[in-house]
């Protein structure tokens, strides 16, 4: 069983800044990737962010120079640090890993329940 534990959500003004915590942890032989996803009222969940294990990362282009990914592969753990916050950030921001539980088993997604982010003065 794998569980990801997402923190560091809350309100924030417009402007600021917040930096969310993912952390994996269960039965976890290697994680790939790490990502971050969000999902608004009414809206689709869309990706934010991805860090590959070697560290190279990649960000939804609307947000390029405002988040940034980062993450410890010794503590199975990702963070999403946002800064410049805007109103239409609010959302639920979700953790997403790609993994496997033993050397042969086949990659898999896994997904924390999420935590809301709200920008509002």
């Known amino acids: 069983q794998v569980q990801l534990v997402e923190s560091g959500g809350g309100l924030v003004q417009p402007g600021g800044s917040l930096r969310l915590s993912c952390v994996a942890s269960?039965?976890?032989?290697?994680?790939?990737?790490m990502n971050w996803y969000r999902q608004a009222p009414g809206k689709e969940r869309e990706w934010v962010a991805t860090?590959?294990?070697?560290?190279?990362?990649n960000y939804a282009d609307s947000l390029k120079g405002r988040f940034r990914i980062s993450r410890e592969n010794a503590k199975n753990t990702t963070y999403l640090q946002m800064d410049n916050l805007k109103p239409e950030d609010t959302a639920v921001y979700y953790c997403?890993?790609?993994?496997?539980?033993?050397?042969?088993?086949?990659?898999?997604?896994?997904w924390g329940q999420g935590t809301q982010v709200t920008v509002s003065s």
């Open positions: 997403n890993i790609v993994a496997r539980q033993r050397v042969a088993d086949p990659l898999y997604d896994y």
């Open positions: 860090i590959t294990k070697g560290g190279s990362t």
């Open positions: 269960g039965s976890i032989f290697s994680i790939n990737s």
